[in-house]
């Protein structure tokens, strides 16, 4: 019979990768809780509508990425191609500027995007966000840049490199975009057909683009900086001198601008050589957007936030996905129907006690479960037959020392946690 394989560029998430992915959600969970923020979940499908104002017309994700369908009621609804917009979508259906001044959330799931597919590119991906509205102070910018950088020395990548800009806003990023246009129009014939089109309606994403002849044109473009009016100039040296106080590295990267046309202000990247991504290297990104949350029809909020890759923060932690599944403790290899009900019930009771324990319940020779044993890498193992039943003792092993240690079965527990210690 055919079998049906996953959709290109949506992967299943099997063990042990599955393993790396608990422990980067686990330090996220604690990192982000001493931050403040407090975890939500937006539904993963929204209105079309919301992408194509919230992210953008102009950006290539509404452009040609989006997963955009009818429901049998017709209506045009998106599988979402990132997270921010629909948590501005639900921080303003639930009116949260009216009950907090400060509102810090985040959020993960998978988002969908019909992209080329490669290392670290595919087509549903997971993100991690946090989003923290109603503060319009750099020194804030400062302390979630400084918050990711805390995430990943404590996931042991590096190197790291951090790349902050300030895109700036009104006024300031209009004059920007006049000076952009006029240095790329004359060099128009030499750019990539997607930055002919940016070039019309999204001039700043050309900064972004990826092919090789773009970059080299892009190279001797105005930088934006030059163009910072002194409110937007001021926010940009307190945010550069907030992270120096923290002891945060980083480069000033003025054609750094994002794929997303809500930012506005700060913006900020992380890259990486480790895990070997090539031009997929960005790990994370993200920056202000104060205008969102009014273009979307909330208060005027201002904001800021940032997306993890999951996939391409995976491949950068070191260590094999194996290192990070809890050990197994303890093995129980049984023979006989009445040792394997003794084997459930110890089991059972050490698993309640905090023990990785695995119970051999196949009615299969010992040396084949001891084989198992050593598979998974237990730290000991226990035979139980006939003979520990009637004694009340046997010999827990250590399986990589070979050495014996006699136990006594009511006393199991104690003497595991002694010699797993
Ligand atoms: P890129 O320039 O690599 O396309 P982006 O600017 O589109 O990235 P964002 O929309 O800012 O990316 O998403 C945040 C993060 O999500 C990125 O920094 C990256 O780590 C990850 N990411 C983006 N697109 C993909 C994808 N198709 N597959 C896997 N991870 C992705
Ligand atoms: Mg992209």
């Given at each position: ?33 001493r ?22 017309e102009?950006?290539?994700i ?13 209506r045009s ?88 800009n300030?895109v700036?806003?009104?006024?300031d990023r ?11 129009t004359?060099?128009?014939?030499g ?17 972004d ?17 030059d ?16 992270l ?6 980083f ?18 990247e ?20 104060d ?34 599944a809890?050990?197994?403790?303890l ?12 084997a459930?019930?110890l ?50 092993k ?24």
């Open positions: 019979m055919e079998t049906t394989s996953s959709v290109r560029g949506m992967n299943d998430l099997l063990p042990p990768e599955s393993a790396k992915w608990a422990h980067l959600e686990r330090v996220c969970r604690e990192l982000f809780a931050f403040g923020y407090d975890e939500v979940r937006p539904p993963v499908v929204e209105h079309t509508e919301l992408f194509v104002r919230g992210v953008g102009g950006s290539d509404v452009h040609k990425e989006m997963y955009t369908f009818r429901d049998r009621s017709d609804l998106t599988l979402r191609p990132e997270l921010t917009a629909g948590l501005a979508r639900a921080y303003i259906e639930h009116s949260m500027s009216a009950k907090e001044a400060v509102t810090r959330w985040w959020s993960l799931g998978p988002v969908f995007r019909y992209e080329a597919i490669n290392t670290g590119r595919y087509r549903q991906f997971y993100q991690i966000d946090c989003e923290a509205y109603g503060v319009g102070e750099p020194t804030l910018d400062a302390e979630v840049i400084a918050m990711l950088h805390a995430l990943y020395t404590a996931l042991r990548v590096e190197p790291i490199t951090i790349l902050v300030n700036g806003r009104g006024e209009g004059r920007y975009r006049e000076a952009l246009i006029a240095y790329l004359p060099h128009a014939d750019l990539c057909g997607d930055c002919k089109r940016r070039l019309v309606t999204n001039p700043l994403r050309v900064l683009c990826k092919v090789e002849t773009c970059k080299a044109i892009v190279a001797g473009a105005p930088s934006v900086l163009f910072l009016g002194p409110a937007a100039s001021e926010h940009f040296a307190a945010v550069q001198a907030t120096t106080e923290l002891g945060v590295p480069t000033v990267a003025p054609r750094l601008v994002r794929g997303l046309d809500y930012y506005t202000g700060t913006v900020f992380f890259t990486t050589t480790a895990g070997n991504l090539g031009s997929q290297s960005t790990i994370v990104a993200g920056g202000r957007y205008d969102m949350i009014g273009e979307l029809g909330g208060p005027a909020t201002p904001a800021i936030g940032f997306g993890i890759g999951v996939e391409r923060t995976v491949l950068c932690m070191p260590g094999d996905a194996a290192t990070y809890p050990p197994v403790g093995f129980i290899a049984a023979h006989g129907a009445a040792a394997r009900r003794r459930t019930a089991a059972h009771t050490l698993r309640q006690a905090g023990i990785v324990v695995e119970v051999e319940h196949r009615e299969v020779g010992m040396k084949a479960q001891f084989r198992r044993a050593d598979k998974l890498g237990a730290r000991l193992s226990l035979a139980l037959g006939e003979s520990e039943l009637a004694s009340g003792e046997g010999k827990l250590d399986m990589a020392a070979r050495a014996e240690h006699p136990v006594v079965l009511s006393d199991l527990l104690a003497t595991i946690q002694r010699l797993l210690a």
